[in-house]
């Protein structure tokens, strides 16, 4: 089963900038994922996407962030403010029966 | 507490010798899946294998097995014939919970990862 890419594949912007992270799975997937992983540390769960709504987020999913599927394709993240901690690397996954698929990642880097 | 413990931020082995890379669970839900990615220096998440917590048998996936040890929450992935291109990060994470069909879509919780360095 093919993994979703995404766009770009790195971004650099300014503290307090928008930026829009992109995926795009293949059609007819429901499950969707975002993950980031800061430098040197572990994968963590941002947010999960079914059916074209949030279905579960954590704690770091704050009110800074958001997704959408605006198109039924392409898949976003957006993160409205940025801040110097908000570089990462960002994953979206598909998800599968068993297991589920990740993307390259886009690389954040805030300044 | 940690829900996905590995305890080896480091491994060596020998190339075409076998190494085991450590994994520990800790969950009350009676259904949940474990997993393994691969991360290499290049970044991307590559998917190993998994195991549900209910398959009677370990999962294996060419020269990659899982070892999987209910009783002791443990999911050790075994790399068998380790190769050049087996040096990398590798994480554990756990999926809980899942629908009345089996099936679940929930979120991944990893462990901190183990980097695995093979030597020539």
């Known amino acids: 089963e093919p993994e979703v890419t995404q766009t770009p594949s790195h971004q650099v912007t300014q503290m307090g900038q928008e930026v829009i992270l992109r995926c795009v799975p293949i059609s007819n997937h429901l499950y969707f994922y975002w993950y980031r992983q800061i430098l040197g540390q572990k994968v963590e769960f941002l947010v999960s996407?079914?059916?074209?709504?949030?279905?579960?987020k954590s704690e770091i999913f704050d009110d800074q962030f958001s997704v959408e599927r605006p198109d039924g394709s392409n898949f976003t993240l957006k993160i409205r403010s940025t801040k110097l901690e908000d570089s990462a690397m960002y994953f979206c996954?598909?998800?599968?029966?068993?297991?589920?698929?990740f993307g390259p990642g886009t690389r954040l880097l805030v300044l | 507490a940690q829900k996905i413990t590995q305890t080896q931020p480091g491994m060596f082995v020998q190339e075409k010798e076998a190494v085991t890379l450590d994994c520990t669970y800790d969950t009350s839900d009676p259904s949940y899946g474990l997993f393994w990615y691969k991360q290499p220096s290049s970044g991307e998440m590559i998917f190993l294998i998994y195991q549900g917590s209910y398959d009677q048998q370990n999962a294996t996936e060419g020269r990659y097995s899982l070892n999987f040890q209910k009783a002791r929450k443990s999911a050790n992935l075994v790399i068998s014939a380790s190769q050049l291109g087996d040096s990398a990060m590798y994480f554990c994470a756990m999926r809980e919970g899942s629908n009345a069909g089996g099936t679940s879509y929930g979120k991944l919780t990893f462990g901190q990862g183990t980097i695995l360095t093979v030597h020539p």
């Open positions: 996954a598909r998800g599968g029966r068993e297991t589920q698929y």
């Open positions: 996407f079914y059916n074209n709504e949030i279905s579960e």
